[in-house]
């Protein structure tokens, strides 16, 4: 599953990269919890929540029903 969910992400970075931002996968958790690093302009901007939630767990959820939730770590 985390090949699959570093492959999503491979798809939603070039989006993030293109506002000087990044994402980097952390880990998934016992309970189906996608926990990604947000980096550059991402880690500080007020829309990174909209951004994280809006775009990133929906697609993952929307190819992944398994996957609960999608959260940020520092």
């Known amino acids: ?14 989006v993030l990269q293109r506002d000087g931002g990044d994402i980097e996968f952390v880990e998934l958790t016992a309970d189906n919890i996608v926990k990604v690093r ?7 901007c007020p829309g990174a929540r909209m951004t994280l939630k809006g775009i990133v ?4 959820v929307e190819s992944y029903p398994e996957i609960a939730g999608v959260e940020a770590v520092e």
């Open 38 to 44: 947000l980096q550059g302009h991402c880690a500080g």
């Open 57 to 60: 767990e929906r697609i993952l």
């Open 1 to 14: 599953m985390e090949d699959k969910i570093k492959a999503a992400l491979e798809q939603i970075r070039p």
